[in-house]
């Protein structure tokens, strides 16, 4: 217990609970209003040293951000050493240290130790934040808890979500994956994509000129550092770079829901525009036709960048060789999964939302294209398949795993690699909008009293409770052809989502109307 005196004294004195509001880590980690996250921050300091002492002294993450949330929210996801979200034992655990009284601190770090046999030894916890007022404060907090825990820290400060992720990967491989420091993530990024639109003499209809959105975040300034590291290869026009509201009009979440071009952007003809969210995790295409606004989301990414490394593999003839497979969730345009599976004959894997599950899903395959259509999501490849390219995938395909940052979703690493795929086809947005026509959809958001109400089964698509909402949606669904809807709550906001899609644009309009308007009359 008395190992413990200093991290109650610094609780007590300085970062006490003050609210009695329960808080729960979810598919983001801690996320909620910024002021009543002082004491979680300092928790989390603590037991992110205790994981990383679990994890032998290795390096362990903790970025603070509220990723698409509005300015006032923040929050806390922490990081395990080879870039994965917290493993999904601990999650409990940093509920329960968030919630219980601050005289309960020492015991129940105590029992941290005991139920993990947690040794004595060194730690690495890596502290980085995204630009929101609070974001300073709340880090201070967070470097004082693993401080009392007598643990090391290594504060980045501002950074996006994937570069936090990347610096705890090189930090652990030794500078393995890549040089552990921010230059280091720009240079590697940048040589390959260099690189290999050098290989790519004859372009096509391709354009190298984007219009980025930066939704008012962290991702503005990182792309700053790439614009002028990518000059003369790839032109960069950005708008929403940080003079108005975080994520408010503009990112990619905006840009999903609203169906629609962000605050301070004009959509013309023949220009791709780029959308990511506050974190820089996100990223969405979308382009004006001559028919209007056209998306191009993650499903679309994934579809893109799955169909041309499955292409490069072929061309290799490696296509035996390594097993190639693409990760969807329930949100995945159906158009999309019947393109992947019966067209692109590459095998699909349906998981519940959230990255850590399709990240999970991913390393099953040598190489795993996973995209939620929200546009979070990266490739993976084995080290054995890594092996494999290097030395008979052929130029293009070495570099292009180069490219991409596999330690999250990237947004930035994620807009270079569909660059280099539309160079090497000679494509712009049209023609990669014709690969397949989604079926119109529509995701809304229902206020509801409890989310929790509501309990999902097969990766989120079917409702279990409450008792009688899915046969609620089935009834309605059956009355809208090529109809599809689900129900699940948010993980990352006090709300439900609800899901529709069908054959028409109407249709799925109404869909999505009439079972929200059910879900409130059920538990609203």
């Known amino acids: 217990m008395a190992k413990w005196d200093q991290a109650l004294k610094v609780a007590a004195t300085s970062h006490p609970r003050t609210r009695e509001q329960t808080i729960a880590y979810g598919t983001a980690g801690f996320r909620t209003k910024a002021e009543l996250l002082d004491h979680v921050m300092y928790r989390m300091g603590l037991l992110a040293v205790l994981r990383s002492r679990a994890k ?37 655990v940093a509920t329960r240290l968030a919630n219980c009284k601050d005289e309960d601190i020492p015991s129940q770090l105590d029992q941290i130790v005991t139920q993990f046999s947690i040794p004595e030894g060194d730690s690495l916890v890596v502290v980085g934040r995204d630009t929101r007022v609070s974001s300073p404060a709340l880090s201070t907090a967070c470097l004082a808890g693993i401080a009392a825990a007598g643990g090391r820290a290594q504060d980045i400060g501002v950074v996006t979500t994937p570069q936090l992720h990347y610096m705890v990967v090189c930090i652990n491989t030794k500078g393995g994956y890549g040089e552990a420091s921010l230059p280091g993530y720009y240079e590697k990024i940048t040589q390959a994509f260099k690189k290999f639109m050098s290989l790519v003499p004859d372009k096509g209809s391709y354009v190298n000129k984007i219009v980025f959105d930066g939704a008012n975040g962290v991702g503005a300034p990182s792309m700053t550092e790439f614009k002028e590291r990518l000059e003369g290869v790839l032109e960069v026009e950005m708008v929403n770079s940080g003079e108005g509201e975080l994520n408010t009009g503009c990112g990619a979440d905006y840009v999903k829901v609203s169906q629609g071009a962000p605050k301070g952007l004009t959509l013309t003809e023949g220009t791709r525009c780029v959308s990511v969210d506050g974190d820089a995790d996100r990223v969405l295409y979308y382009y004006q036709s001559p028919l209007g606004f056209r998306l191009l989301d993650g499903d679309r990414i994934a579809t893109l960048v799955a169909g041309h490394i499955k292409e490069l593999l072929a061309t290799a003839g490696l296509s ?6 693409l990760v969807q969730t329930a949100y995945a345009n159906g158009s999309s999964t019947e393109y992947i599976s019966s067209s692109l004959g590459v095998p699909v894997s349906c998981v519940p939302t959230g990255v850590k599950h399709l990240h999970h899903k991913a390393l099953e395959f040598d190489i795993g294209v996973y995209f939620e259509a929200n546009g979070h999501g990266t490739v993976v490849f084995s080290e054995a398949a890594m092996s494999t390219i290097r030395e008979k995938g052929g130029e293009k395909l070495s570099t292009l795993v180069e490219v991409v940052n596999q330690t999250v979703g990237d947004a930035i690493s994620d807009l270079l690699v569909v660059e280099c795929v539309l160079a090497d086809r ?43 909402m899915q046969e609620n949606i089935d009834k309605i669904v059956a009355e809208y052809p090529k109809g599809r809807s689900f129900v699940r709550p948010s993980g990352t ?11 028409t644009r109407e249709g799925a309009d109404d869909l999505n109307k009439r079972v929200s308007e059910m879900v409130v009359q059920m538990i609203g």
């Open 320 to 325: 035996d060789t390594i097993k190639l497979g």
């Open 56 to 92: 032998g002294g290795q390096a362990i993450g903790g970025m603070i951000t509220a990723s698409h949330n509005p300015g006032p929210d923040n929050g806390i996801k922490l990081v395990d050493p080879a870039g994965e979200m917290l493993e999904g034992a601990w999650e409990s």
């Open 493 to 503: 906001e006090d709300c439900v989502r609800v899901y529709s899609e069908a054959e």
């Open 426 to 468: 000679g494509w712009d947005c049209e023609q990669w909008d014709k690969c397949y026509t989604d079926l119109p959809n529509r995701l809304g958001k229902v206020a509801v009293r409890d989310r929790t109400l509501v309990t999902t089964t097969d990766a989120e698509r079917k409702v279990v409770e409450p008792v009688g």
